[in-house]
Antibody, heavy 123, light 110 residues
Framework: EVQLVESGGGLVQPGGSLKLSCAAS????????MHWVRQASGQGLEWVGR??????????AYAASVKGRFTISRDDSKNTAYLQMNSLQTDDTAVYYC??????????????WGQGTLVTVSS | QSVLTQPPSASGTPGQRVTISCSGS????????VNWYQQFPGTAPKLLIY???QRPSGVPDRFSGSKSGTSASLAISGLQSEDEADYYC???????????FGGGTKLTVL
Protein backbone atom coordinates (compact mmCIF):
# COMPACT_ATOMS: atom_id res chain seq x y z
CA GLU A 1 0.00 0.00 0.00
CA VAL A 2 1.30 3.42 -0.98
CA GLN A 3 1.43 5.51 2.17
CA LEU A 4 2.83 8.72 3.64
CA VAL A 5 2.85 9.35 7.38
CA GLU A 6 3.75 12.73 8.84
CA SER A 7 4.93 13.33 12.38
CA GLY A 8 6.58 15.99 14.50
CA GLY A 9 3.83 18.57 14.77
CA GLY A 10 3.01 20.33 18.00
CA LEU A 11 2.89 23.61 19.88
CA VAL A 12 5.81 26.01 19.46
CA GLN A 13 6.33 29.60 20.52
CA PRO A 14 6.74 32.39 17.96
CA GLY A 15 10.34 32.54 16.82
CA GLY A 16 10.84 28.87 17.61
CA SER A 17 11.71 25.88 15.44
CA LEU A 18 10.16 22.54 14.61
CA LYS A 19 11.10 19.67 12.32
CA LEU A 20 8.46 17.57 10.61
CA SER A 21 9.02 14.11 9.17
CA CYS A 22 7.25 12.29 6.36
CA ALA A 23 7.77 8.53 6.23
CA ALA A 24 7.00 6.88 2.91
CA SER A 25 6.21 3.27 2.01
CA UNK A 26 4.84 1.30 -0.90
CA UNK A 27 6.65 3.13 -3.69
CA UNK A 28 10.16 3.99 -4.86
CA UNK A 29 10.79 6.93 -2.55
CA UNK A 30 14.30 7.63 -3.82
CA UNK A 31 13.03 8.38 -7.31
CA UNK A 32 10.22 10.66 -6.24
CA UNK A 33 9.99 14.41 -5.75
CA MET A 34 8.38 15.16 -2.39
CA HIS A 35 6.35 18.26 -1.63
CA TRP A 36 4.90 19.91 1.45
CA VAL A 37 1.50 21.64 1.44
CA ARG A 38 -0.14 23.35 4.38
CA GLN A 39 -3.68 24.32 5.34
CA ALA A 40 -4.63 26.80 8.03
CA SER A 41 -7.82 26.05 9.90
CA GLY A 42 -10.83 26.73 7.72
CA GLN A 43 -8.62 27.90 4.88
CA GLY A 44 -7.42 26.59 1.55
CA LEU A 45 -4.32 24.70 0.54
CA GLU A 46 -0.95 26.44 0.22
CA TRP A 47 2.11 24.92 -1.42
CA VAL A 48 5.16 25.18 0.86
CA GLY A 49 7.98 23.67 -1.16
CA ARG A 50 9.58 20.57 -2.64
CA UNK A 51 12.71 18.47 -2.90
CA UNK A 52 13.60 16.53 -6.00
CA UNK A 53 15.35 13.19 -6.25
CA UNK A 54 19.06 12.44 -6.25
CA UNK A 55 18.92 12.20 -10.04
CA UNK A 56 17.78 15.82 -10.00
CA UNK A 57 20.44 16.90 -7.52
CA UNK A 58 18.03 17.04 -4.56
CA UNK A 59 16.99 20.47 -5.84
CA UNK A 60 14.71 22.39 -3.51
CA ALA A 61 12.23 25.20 -4.09
CA TYR A 62 10.04 27.15 -1.68
CA ALA A 63 7.03 29.42 -1.58
CA ALA A 64 7.90 33.07 -1.02
CA SER A 65 6.11 33.01 2.33
CA VAL A 66 8.57 30.49 3.81
CA LYS A 67 11.75 31.02 1.81
CA GLY A 68 14.75 31.58 4.05
CA ARG A 69 12.94 30.14 7.09
CA PHE A 70 11.99 26.61 6.02
CA THR A 71 14.30 23.89 4.69
CA ILE A 72 13.26 20.63 3.04
CA SER A 73 15.58 17.64 3.12
CA ARG A 74 15.38 13.90 2.66
CA ASP A 75 17.05 10.66 3.71
CA ASP A 76 16.52 8.08 0.99
CA SER A 77 17.98 5.34 3.20
CA LYS A 78 15.08 5.93 5.60
CA ASN A 79 12.45 6.70 2.96
CA THR A 80 11.77 9.92 4.82
CA ALA A 81 11.42 13.59 3.89
CA TYR A 82 11.77 16.41 6.38
CA LEU A 83 10.57 19.98 6.80
CA GLN A 84 12.72 22.10 9.09
CA MET A 85 10.83 25.20 10.15
CA ASN A 86 12.68 28.08 11.80
CA SER A 87 11.63 31.55 12.91
CA LEU A 88 8.06 30.35 13.12
CA GLN A 89 5.29 32.93 13.05
CA THR A 90 1.69 32.71 14.19
CA ASP A 91 0.50 32.59 10.60
CA ASP A 92 2.52 29.40 10.06
CA THR A 93 -0.10 27.65 12.20
CA ALA A 94 -1.59 24.97 9.95
CA VAL A 95 -1.90 21.30 9.19
CA TYR A 96 1.15 20.30 7.17
CA TYR A 97 0.80 17.59 4.54
CA CYS A 98 3.51 15.84 2.60
CA UNK A 99 2.70 14.52 -0.83
CA UNK A 100 4.44 12.81 -3.71
CA UNK A 101 4.62 14.44 -7.10
CA UNK A 102 3.71 11.90 -9.73
CA UNK A 103 4.66 12.61 -13.31
CA UNK A 104 3.90 11.24 -16.72
CA UNK A 105 5.12 12.47 -20.07
CA UNK A 106 2.45 15.15 -20.09
CA UNK A 107 1.10 15.64 -16.59
CA UNK A 108 2.17 16.20 -12.98
CA UNK A 109 -0.03 15.65 -9.97
CA UNK A 110 0.08 15.12 -6.19
CA UNK A 111 -0.73 11.61 -5.02
CA UNK A 112 -0.81 10.25 -2.38
CA TRP A 113 -1.09 12.64 0.53
CA GLY A 114 -0.21 11.99 4.15
CA GLN A 115 -2.75 12.39 6.91
CA GLY A 116 -1.20 15.70 7.99
CA THR A 117 0.37 16.94 11.19
CA LEU A 118 -0.78 20.03 13.08
CA VAL A 119 1.66 22.82 13.86
CA THR A 120 0.46 25.50 16.27
CA VAL A 121 2.55 28.62 16.76
CA SER A 122 1.41 30.44 19.85
CA SER A 123 2.75 31.98 23.04
CA GLN B 1 -6.14 35.87 -1.89
CA SER B 2 -5.61 32.77 -4.04
CA VAL B 3 -3.93 32.91 -7.43
CA LEU B 4 -6.68 30.68 -8.83
CA THR B 5 -10.27 31.82 -8.41
CA GLN B 6 -12.98 29.36 -7.42
CA PRO B 7 -16.50 30.08 -6.21
CA PRO B 8 -16.56 29.63 -2.42
CA SER B 9 -19.68 27.50 -2.57
CA ALA B 10 -21.81 25.40 -4.88
CA SER B 11 -24.88 23.30 -4.33
CA GLY B 12 -27.25 20.90 -5.99
CA THR B 13 -29.86 18.28 -5.30
CA PRO B 14 -29.29 14.54 -5.65
CA GLY B 15 -29.10 13.50 -9.28
CA GLN B 16 -28.31 16.98 -10.55
CA ARG B 17 -25.21 18.06 -12.43
CA VAL B 18 -23.04 20.75 -10.89
CA THR B 19 -19.94 22.48 -12.16
CA ILE B 20 -17.15 24.22 -10.28
CA SER B 21 -14.96 26.73 -12.09
CA CYS B 22 -11.30 27.56 -11.63
CA SER B 23 -10.00 30.73 -13.23
CA GLY B 24 -6.33 31.58 -13.57
CA SER B 25 -3.96 33.32 -15.93
CA UNK B 26 -1.56 32.72 -18.78
CA UNK B 27 1.23 31.72 -16.40
CA UNK B 28 -0.71 28.91 -14.75
CA UNK B 29 -3.98 27.52 -16.13
CA UNK B 30 -3.25 29.04 -19.52
CA UNK B 31 -0.06 27.03 -20.00
CA UNK B 32 -0.19 24.01 -17.69
CA UNK B 33 -2.58 21.20 -16.92
CA VAL B 34 -5.01 21.44 -14.03
CA ASN B 35 -5.59 18.94 -11.24
CA TRP B 36 -8.57 18.68 -8.91
CA TYR B 37 -8.64 17.42 -5.33
CA GLN B 38 -11.52 16.41 -3.09
CA GLN B 39 -11.29 16.95 0.66
CA PHE B 40 -13.66 15.84 3.39
CA PRO B 41 -13.60 17.61 6.77
CA GLY B 42 -10.68 16.53 8.91
CA THR B 43 -9.07 14.44 6.19
CA ALA B 44 -6.30 14.87 3.65
CA PRO B 45 -7.01 15.95 0.07
CA LYS B 46 -7.53 13.16 -2.43
CA LEU B 47 -6.71 13.29 -6.14
CA LEU B 48 -9.87 13.51 -8.23
CA ILE B 49 -8.77 14.67 -11.70
CA TYR B 50 -5.31 15.18 -13.18
CA UNK B 51 -4.11 16.47 -16.51
CA UNK B 52 -7.28 18.59 -16.99
CA UNK B 53 -9.55 15.61 -17.61
CA GLN B 54 -7.89 12.35 -16.55
CA ARG B 55 -9.56 10.24 -13.87
CA PRO B 56 -7.40 8.09 -11.59
CA SER B 57 -8.56 4.54 -11.17
CA GLY B 58 -11.29 4.31 -8.58
CA VAL B 59 -12.77 7.73 -9.26
CA PRO B 60 -16.34 7.38 -10.57
CA ASP B 61 -16.99 8.58 -14.10
CA ARG B 62 -19.56 10.97 -12.65
CA PHE B 63 -16.57 13.26 -12.13
CA SER B 64 -15.10 14.96 -15.18
CA GLY B 65 -12.76 17.85 -15.87
CA SER B 66 -12.21 20.25 -18.72
CA LYS B 67 -10.14 23.28 -19.58
CA SER B 68 -10.49 26.10 -22.05
CA GLY B 69 -8.04 28.97 -22.24
CA THR B 70 -7.24 30.10 -18.71
CA SER B 71 -10.28 28.51 -17.08
CA ALA B 72 -10.90 24.96 -15.93
CA SER B 73 -14.02 23.25 -14.70
CA LEU B 74 -14.95 20.25 -12.63
CA ALA B 75 -18.32 18.68 -13.38
CA ILE B 76 -20.14 16.24 -11.15
CA SER B 77 -23.13 14.50 -12.68
CA GLY B 78 -25.68 12.37 -10.86
CA LEU B 79 -24.88 14.23 -7.65
CA GLN B 80 -24.86 12.08 -4.52
CA SER B 81 -24.91 13.00 -0.84
CA GLU B 82 -21.42 11.56 -0.39
CA ASP B 83 -20.07 14.13 -2.86
CA GLU B 84 -20.52 16.82 -0.22
CA ALA B 85 -16.92 18.01 0.30
CA ASP B 86 -14.45 20.77 -0.51
CA TYR B 87 -12.94 20.82 -3.99
CA TYR B 88 -9.65 22.45 -4.95
CA CYS B 89 -8.02 23.08 -8.31
CA UNK B 90 -4.22 23.17 -8.55
CA UNK B 91 -1.70 23.97 -11.25
CA UNK B 92 1.97 24.84 -11.68
CA UNK B 93 2.63 28.58 -12.08
CA UNK B 94 5.50 29.46 -14.44
CA UNK B 95 5.90 32.97 -13.06
CA UNK B 96 5.85 32.05 -9.37
CA UNK B 97 7.83 28.86 -9.97
CA UNK B 98 5.58 26.99 -7.63
CA UNK B 99 2.28 25.19 -7.35
CA UNK B 100 -0.82 27.27 -6.77
CA PHE B 101 -4.23 26.23 -5.49
CA GLY B 102 -7.68 27.68 -5.82
CA GLY B 103 -9.35 28.90 -2.66
CA GLY B 104 -11.62 25.88 -2.62
CA THR B 105 -15.31 25.33 -3.25
CA LYS B 106 -17.59 23.87 -0.61
CA LEU B 107 -20.14 21.65 -2.31
CA THR B 108 -23.44 21.15 -0.51
CA VAL B 109 -25.91 18.47 -1.55
CA LEU B 110 -29.35 19.77 -0.65
Amino acid sequence: EVQLVESGGGLVQPGGSLKLSCAASGFTFSGSAMHWVRQASGQGLEWVGRIRSKANSYATAYAASVKGRFTISRDDSKNTAYLQMNSLQTDDTAVYYCTRLQASAWYNWFDPWGQGTLVTVSS
Amino acid sequence: QSVLTQPPSASGTPGQRVTISCSGSSSNTGSNTVNWYQQFPGTAPKLLIYGNNQRPSGVPDRFSGSKSGTSASLAISGLQSEDEADYYCAVWDDSLNGWVFGGGTKLTVL
